[in-house]
């Protein structure tokens, strides 16, 4: 790495003083740790590297610690509780989904632990079908009411039928009633007919 900032500090020296000259060495050099990183990376991130070794260490302190939380003091005598926590949180993450991180060929496709473990994540997510929209129950049409004149027209005996009928439900003897109030109503109409009918014999005055 000397070697290549000494290389790098030379170019710069060398270049023109313009703007376009210093870009140039600038973005070269650039690609050259971009470049680096990833390949650097690659080789930390195999079985028994660096990632995966920290991440197995982690996760022999946290079954020593009783499985839920690292005891502070595991890591101080492990000497690694100077290690950024985020990078140990990583590796720890990395290390127990090693064999699926494989599968899923990320390590080719990333430069980065925290790029290849958000795209695990995402990978991990189940995929939500769109809701399908519920369709609309048919309202059934309302019978529209018969007409009146379509309704049979009663006749006297069935009347008659159903009055007697109707006085089954009650209780005494209401048929008997019936037929005398029938009776009282026959005689009432045939007296107002006849006093309607009634001549006034006319009397002369003398």
């Known amino acids: 790495m000397a070697n290549s900032i000494k290389s790098f500090n030379e170019a710069l020296v060398s270049a023109n003083s313009t703007l376009e000259s210093k870009g140039q060495v600038l973005a070269d050099f650039d690609k050259f740790i971009v470049n680096g990183e990833k390949k650097t990376f690659k080789q930390l991130a195999v079985r028994s590297g660096f990632w995966f070794s920290l991440g197995e260490l982690m996760e022999n302190l946290l079954q020593d610690s009783g499985g839920s939380r690292i005891d502070s003091a595991k890591l101080k005598d492990a000497k690694i509780h100077n290690v950024n926590k985020r990078r140990r949180q990583e590796a720890h993450k990395f290390f127990t ?82 037929l005398a109030t029938l009776a009282q109503m026959v005689k009432d109409e045939i007296g107002l007919s006849s006093n309607e009918d009634e001549v006034v014999p006319f009397k002369a005055v003398g």
């Open 97 to 178: 989904n090693f064999e699926k991180i494989e599968e899923l060929n990320l390590v080719k496709k990333h430069g980065s632990l925290g790029r290849l473990l958000a795209d695990f994540d995402k990978s991990q997510k189940p995929k939500v079908e769109a809701p399908t929209e519920p369709v609309a129950p048919v309202e059934p049409k309302a019978t529209e009411p018969k007409a009146e004149t379509e309704q049979s027209v009663k006749t006297v005996s069935d009347i008659a039928t159903e009055a007697m009928a109707q006085c089954a439900l009650l209780e005494g003897n209401p048929r008997k009633e019936l």
